[in-house]
């Protein structure tokens, strides 16, 4: 139910063994499982909920199994918890059920998978399996509800190919709006709310479920009208009664089993980075030792794994499966490197005890996580999918979980992003440039910044001959004129020359023939002296910067240049590993490489001296480039080898290139 006027979303699951009365389409009522209704369609599901609840459903969305594997496919996968092992194999005999291999903690879930975990049916009750339902579809919110405002056409997609709709729900304007809807609500917690129930008595078979009317109506109204009973305030005063003596007495604890210890520290000594165990288990599970039982059903509930995260990186990753004593109620502790998971964002409430900070996720009223940092790790305790452990017994187990085998101060993956290192572009390399060459290229800037000079003064020139020309045009026609005017008067003929008048000195035909005194053309020439200066000037300036700049290349070419050139570096992402026993040998020589250029990804630790060299392991396509980076450590003198299977478990089988110090 998404309310706009509440800051949450409640979510309510019926329990399909809920015997209720089914009216069938001809008239006919009987009574049995809830699920049964179905089989006459989504029509007489919806009215024989009606008829129970009261509630009227506004929109419904069904999916087969298939669908339902391609839509988490479509997606990539979803970040959730397997809680336990989960295994049957009809091939082995016995009672034939849906085919199951699971193993337990948290990993990327592909359709396969999910399908797997979601449908599971046999081996829990109704309330565990409907809340394995919701735990996934909170995992799906979690990790794409961020991303649903940016891919609609995407959701359109997935929903259109993978579920069926009420008429509704079935154009595409109605899917918009749903989509709206979803993203108003991206941000929004998630109160799930309990459907109340009892096991049968003598009515129907004692697997099934009954609900008095009491129970249904209480149901009912918190799905409507519950509030939001996160108890932050009561949690964080448990958690520091925690520490005090004598409070672990008060709890319903026990110390971890033998079996679990010795197994743990197997696992710890090949694992490389620190992992913790709890001291401290829960008593009434204490019964059933988790991990010989794990052990029955092929693998043990203490696993190591890799976990990849969506740019492909791989964390080393483990998971400690512990049981309540309820039938399919089991907690878990783990670790892992990849403090970044999806399941890290957002937490309820942050609470600080002692030397630790505690991260609290909150699944309405009722504790689910508790997530701390130390040694470079991440680790937490996730309550069982029905959250049965009351927040001071996970706090409490929070608390006595501690380092168990070697101490690690530092993780194997740590991204190198977060260091402050300055990268520098190595120089291009350049060649000695010959002296004829230089000659010519001062010669070519001499003539550019002269050229400006050149230009004024030839547009002077050609304003000054027009001048003349236009001057001596006028003084010809006048001439004429006047000429003609004297021989007119005389009473000579037009073609009879007259005397020529005496010349004039240079300085009156000079004024004559331009019309501008002599003083004025002083003046003018004056007036061209600063506009002259300043292009010669500037034409200094530009020969006098050109010079330098030959010569300034000449120094340069005869500079050292840099032994490491771009073209013989290493492409791949290279992760250093110190297998040695001096403190932070990786982050040093990560440092060396990234300022030689080389693109470091990761360093840590392995824990455990493997190797007396420097050694450079590469996967396959990659020799290569680790023949590039033996080239840059040749002053180590590094061996050169394939990725062994030793390493390949720590770093994971992305194509990347690994240093290992002795």
Not at 120 to 125: A, E, K, L, V
Not at 268 to 283: G, H
Request: with cysteine.
């Amino acid at each position: 139910r998404i309310d706009p006027s509440k800051p949450w979303i409640s979510m309510l699951s019926l329990p399909r063994e809920l015997w209720v009365n089914v009216t069938e389409p001809d008239g006919v009522t009987y009574t049995n499982r809830l699920n049964s209704a179905y089989t006459y369609g989504t029509t007489t599901l919806l009215e024989t909920i009606k008829q129970l609840t009261g509630l009227s459903v506004n929109h419904v969305i069904a999916t087969t199994f298939t669908q339902f594997e391609h839509a988490i496919n479509t997606l990539g996968c979803v970040y959730d918890t397997i809680d336990e092992r989960y295994y049957h194999n009809n091939a082995d005999g016995g009672d034939q059920y849906q085919d199951v291999d699971l193993q337990p903690g948290y990993q990327c879930l592909d359709g396969n998978d999910a399908e797997q975990f979601v449908s599971y049916r046999h081996t829990d009750t109704s309330q565990v399996r409907d809340a394995r339902d919701q735990s996934f579809l909170l995992a799906v919110k979690r990790q794409y509800g961020p991303l649903l405002g940016g891919n609609i056409g995407r959701f359109e997609k997935v929903f259109g190919e993978t579920v069926s709709t009420d008429s509704a729900l079935r154009s595409p304007t109605e899917i918009l709006n749903l989509a709206n809807l979803l993203i108003s609500a991206e941000g929004l917690r998630v109160r799930q709310v309990k459907f109340q129930t009892v096991a049968c008595t003598d009515t129907c078979p004692a697997a099934d479920l009954t609900a008095t009317p009491q129970q249904v109506h209480d149901s009912v109204h918190n799905f409507l009208f519950g509030g939001d009973t996160t108890p932050t305030r009561q949690v964080a005063a448990i958690s520091h009664r925690i520490s005090r003596r004598g409070e672990l007495s008060r709890l319903p604890l026990t110390a971890t089993l033998d079996a679990n210890v010795a197994a743990e520290h197997a696992d710890a000594a090949r694992l490389p980075f620190t992992v913790e165990f709890p001291k401290v288990q829960d008593l009434a599970g204490s019964a059933v030792p988790v991990a010989a039982r794990c052990t029955q059903l092929v693998q043990a509930c203490i696993r190591a794994y890799l976990i990849h995260a969506p740019d492909g990186d791989a964390y080393p990753i483990y998971v400690e499966v512990f049981s309540n004593g309820d039938l399919g109620q089991f907690y878990d502790v783990q670790g892992t490197t990849w403090t970044g998971a999806p399941l890290f964002a957002d937490p309820n409430q942050t609470i600080h005890v002692g030397t630790r900070t505690y991260d609290l996720y909150y699944d309405g009223s009722r504790l689910d996580t508790i997530a701390w940092r130390q040694y470079g790790a991440v680790y937490w305790v996730h309550n069982t999918l029905t959250d049965a452990l009351g927040a001071g017994e996970l706090l409490a187990i929070a608390e006595q979980t501690t380092p168990i085998g070697p101490v690690h101060s530092q993780p194997t993956h740590v991204i190198l992003k977060a260091f402050s290192v300055p990268t520098h572009q190595p120089p291009p390399a350049t060649t000695e440039t010959p002296v004829l060459e230089s000659i010519g290229r001062v010669g070519g800037l001499v003539v550019l910044a002269l050229l400006p000079l050149g230009l004024a003064l030839v547009a002077r020139n050609w304003g000054r001959l027009r001048t003349v020309r236009s001057r001596m045009d006028t003084a010809a026609a006048s001439a004429a004129a006047l000429e003609t005017n004297f021989a007119a008067a005389a009473g000579y003929p037009l073609s009879i020359a007259t005397a020529a008048p005496p010349y004039p000195t240079r300085w009156e035909a000079d004024t004559r023939l331009t019309g501008v005194p002599r003083s004025d053309r002083h003046e003018r020439s004056r007036s061209l002296r600063r506009p002259i200066a300043t292009a010669v000037g500037l034409g200094l300036v530009l020969i006098a910067a050109a010079a330098y700049l030959v010569l300034d290349s000449g120094a340069s070419a005869r500079r050292p240049q840099p032994q490491t050139q771009t073209s013989a570096l290493p492409t791949a992402p290279v992760t250093v590993l110190n297998a040695g026993q001096t403190p932070d040998a990786a982050h040093r020589l990560a440092l060396d490489l990234t300022r030689d250029h080389v693109h470091v990804v990761q360093i840590g630790n392995l824990g455990t001296a493997s190797t007396t060299s420097y050694e450079v392991f590469y996967t396959r396509g990659n020799a290569g480039q680790a023949n590039r980076l033996a080239a840059i450590l040749k002053a180590r003198h590094p061996h050169v080898r394939p990725l062994d299977a030793a390493i390949a478990h720590v770093v994971g089988f992305t194509p990347r290139l690994v240093v290992v110090i002795p």
